[in-house]
């Protein structure tokens, strides 16, 4: 599956511009509900969840309510039979009340090129691994791709960001950049 949206970010003549493009909305929600229970380093999930094993494994969870809400953890084991998931630790640990979802991830290094013209440098692209603020929203790791870009003389270029996921099977989501130099 592939999905598509267009920004439009600008810059003047000569400067260099770190770009953050935000995928959260467009990354599949696996699960949400109420933390059963946790440790620094598991929780255990909703009943509802599933009980199949490492179906949870490669996804994040994030703590949307109650005790460690803002934080999250890549979950490295998923236990169906216990709807255990072990992650990274905990800052603050979950309990039962604490609200979670948990969604695919952007994997791997994603491709960032100019598709109207070459005169563009494009450098640093990476899938965040750490909290981001794009529009003043926080973002957390696995959701955005960032970059840098510079050159170009005045006008607008467009710049396609590719980048996968970690759902199954995998989508493959597209973004198109209106680079504007003024």
Known sequence: MVKTATERPSRSVGSTRNVLVDFSGDLALIDRGTVQSATSTTVVLAESASTTDDHMNTHRIYITGGTAEGESQAITDYTGSTRTATT???????????????????????????????????????????????????????????????????????????????????????????????
């Open 88 to 182: 990274g630790t905990w800052g603050q640990t979950p309990d039962s009340t604490s609200t979670y979802e948990v969604r695919e991830v952007l994997t791997g290094t994603p491709t960032v090129a100019e598709q109207t013209t070459s005169d563009l440098t494009l450098a640093n692209k990476a899938v965040s691994t750490e909290p981001t603020w794009p529009d003043g929203e926080r973002r957390f790791p696995g959701q955005v791709v960032q970059f840098n870009v510079t050159g170009g003389t005045a006008g607008e270029r467009t710049i396609r960001v590719t980048t996968g996921t970690t759902s199954t099977p995998a989508q493959t989501l597209l973004r198109d950049i209106v680079d504007t130099v003024e």
